[in-house]
């Protein structure tokens, strides 16, 4: 592919092609959102949900008559046990999970509002639009329709309550979590791959003020893609 197109600099680039699946697309995100490159991604992995089929034909073209998908990333802060504050994107989710055989014990508040007093589980998702039928679907929760405004909250094998589903809430929301008993039941908090061990308390909300683009050929639509996976047999 570079012999038959060449290799831009990336401070010269006007696109990212990224020959791979949804891993490598979500790394190509997290490397380069300062730069706000559209990516157009050519799916050499398994899945390839952010991605499109390979050719090595008509490359170019492909990419300028492609439909842009935009959309606003998750902001994670975390702060860590030992004082630390640190900050990422997240394109699918952030997603906390027990670091030892103990259960995590969270508390939950929305907008500053306590809503959960305490969650034992093994963890519990905070997914986009985009990342739904990733993780979080794996987990059980919900497909949420490109466009919705929407993210949803999924715990991972919730032990008490154990019949809460989860919650769909407005992406205006500010979502806090803390972690109680730290110390005994250490969790870490992962935006996409990366991760932040030993949290303390993680807020998550979506960034309005940074937007990311994905390029998706004209047949292959975000919508039908999420369709696809909502009527998969």
Known sequence: MVKQYGQADIDKADCIVVLSGDGMVLRAFHENYARNLPI???NRGVLGFLTN???KENLEERIQK????????LRVIVEKRSGEILSDIAVN???LLRETHQSAKISITVDGILRMKELVCDGLISATSVG???YNYSASGPIIPPGSNLLAITP???FRPRNWRGALLSSDVVLDFYINDNARRPVCAVADYVEFRQALKVRVFEDKNMTLTLLLD???????????????A
């Open 53 to 55: 089929k390979y050719s």
């Open 218 to 232: 004209e047949d292959n639509s975000i919508n039908e893609k999420v369709l696809g996976e909502q009527f998969a």
């Open 132 to 134: 739904s039928t990733a």
């Open 40 to 42: 157009f991604g050519m």
């Open 66 to 73: 492609a439909s842009r998908v935009n959309f606003h990333p």
């Open 93 to 95: 989710e952030v997603y």
């Open 156 to 158: 991972i094998s919730p």
